[in-house]
T-cell receptor, first 111, second 116 residues
């Protein structure tokens, strides 16, 4: 069974710190990876997508992909209390459409 | 533009009843997906439509679940003889083209189904 694994947390960081969220995947055929943010009781909201090895930066967010190690990460710089949410990592597998999600990591940013 | 919309936002039903959940994708998106999210879990894939046809229904848990997209836009997920284990949030997503490395799925607000 193709899996995406995340530390469930909770991960707690002070305001202004860097939050580091990690994810590993088992399907070597996966080409696309996504980080979604999910506030309690709300639907997943796309934060970042990454397809190539290396880093991709968008504002305070940096996604990192290492296909050899089957590892994806999300760094949030200058964390804000409004970043407090569950972060879901997802891979598209070899299908390029069927997303497999991890269980999510709960992030709490303390003022 | 408008995002993915889903109705109802909440649905409470009794065991054994039939329910329909509706999804209206982003205008112009040809691909539509249904996922189910249980408490404390990530969303799990149910079915994928490309246009009017179900291209992959491998995630439907059993034959009580069925989905349609007759005109290639709005989709309805239908659950017969509901069971308490069907209680979850049902999420709909749409994407512009369907399978592709850069194709991105956008999620609707979900329907929270509770089976008593």
């Amino acid at each position: 069974q193709k899996e995406v694994e995340q530390n469930s947390g909770p991960l707690s960081v002070p305001e202004g710190a860097i939050a580091s969220l990690n994810c590993t995947y088992s399907d070597r055929g996966s080409q696309s990876f996504f980080w979604y943010r999910q506030y309690s009781g709300k639907s997943p909201e796309l934060i970042m997508s990454i397809y190539s090895n290396g880093d991709k930066e968008d504002g305070r967010f940096t996604a990192q992909l290492n296909k050899a190690s089957q590892y994806v990460s999300l760094l949030i710089r200058d964390s804000q209390p409004s970043d407090s949410a569950t972060y879901l990592c997802a891979g598209s597998g070899g299908s390029n459409y069927k997303l497999t999600f991890g269980k999510g990591t709960l992030l709490t940013v303390n003022p | 533009g408008a995002g993915v919309s889903q109705t109802p936002s909440n649905k409470v039903t009794e065991k054994g009843k039939y329910v329909e959940l509706r999804c209206d994708p982003i205008s112009g998106h040809t691909a539509l997906y249904w996922y189910r999210q249980s408490l404390g879990q990530g969303p799990e894939f149910l079915i994928y439509f490309q246009g009017t046809g179900a291209a992959d229904d491998s995630g439907l848990p059993n034959d009580r679940f069925f989905a349609v997209r007759p005109e290639g836009s709005v989709s309805t997920l239908k659950i017969q003889r509901t069971e308490r284990g069907d209680s979850a949030v049902y999420l709909c997503a749409s994407s512009l083209t369907g399978p592709g490395v850069t194709d991105t799925q956008y999620f609707g607000p979900g329907t929270r189904l509770t089976v008593l």
